[in-house]
């Protein structure tokens, strides 16, 4: 079942989603003294991220993985881990960071990610972005990576640059304890619409969802 959150704007829904998120790390940390936690790219996040950097919690027990990855080389500016890093990342006391190596190419990337996954004993908290086609991580509408039901899959003719990508698969994002996505703007007015109708798009297959958004991406 889809909870929505909904604020007038779109810091305050960013502030909600980290108070959201650093209580579900909590709540983790008492009953199985780990967590394991998917984090989204892109601008979005970005204040939710720093906010959440302000909040007392024992970082040392949380592990941090990406949703997805863009097949550039290290440190390429538009790769998602380069965003946390900065964002995120250098903003708290200790970090268990799990690295998508996708500087490696969509397939070989994929497979040294799903060692690492199949590793963990499930993902505790998904904390995703969604895009204006409805798509998660790099799990685009039509195609093929949303068939591969292994953990981590590759992405290839991608609608937006670049083509290849690695991509938490369904199946992961599914069997998330929590799912929580951040999304604002009027740009995203039209896919909450469909979602809200039931359309049947990647964001909207993988289990419940705890949503947060501003009133403008709400309006419709």
């Keep these: 079942m889809h909870k929505w959150y909904v604020f007038k704007e779109f810091h305050e829904a960013s502030h909600a989603a980290a108070d959201h998120?650093?209580?579900?790390?909590?709540i983790t940390l008492i009953d199985k003294n780990i967590c394991h936690i998917v984090l989204p790219g892109g601008e979005t996040p970005k204040t939710c991220l720093q906010h959440l950097a302000e909040k007392n919690i024992r970082w040392e027990k949380c592990h941090w993985y990406l949703g997805d990855e863009r097949c550039y080389e290290k440190?390429?500016?538009?790769?998602?881990d380069i965003m946390l890093q900065r964002n995120f990342w250098t903003h708290i006391g200790h970090t268990?960071?799990?690295i998508i190596p996708a500087e490696l190419g969509a397939e070989q990337g994929a497979s040294v990610y799903r060692t690492i996954i199949d590793a963990t004993d499930c993902i505790d908290i998904a904390?995703?972005?969604?895009?204006?086609?409805?798509?998660?991580?790099s799990l685009?509408?039509?195609?093929?990576?949303?068939?591969?039901?292994r953990s981590v899959v590759p992405v290839f003719e991608a609608p937006k640059p670049p083509a290849e990508r690695v991509s938490l698969g369904m199946q992961t994002l599914r069997k998330a304890r929590h799912r929580v996505v951040l999304a604002c703007g009027s740009g995203k007015a039209e896919i909450i619409k469909s979602i809200k109708s039931g359309e049947q798009l990647p964001v909207n297959c993988l289990g419940d969802i705890d949503w947060f958004v501003n009133e403008s991406a709400h309006s419709l």
């Design 96 to 98: 268990n960071i799990h």
């Design 75 to 80: 440190n390429h500016p538009e790769r998602n």
């Design 21 to 26: 998120i650093a209580n579900l790390i909590a």
């Design 127 to 137: 904390f995703l972005g969604m895009g204006e086609d409805g798509h998660t991580a």
């Design 140 to 149: 685009f509408p039509g195609n093929q990576a949303l068939k591969d039901e």
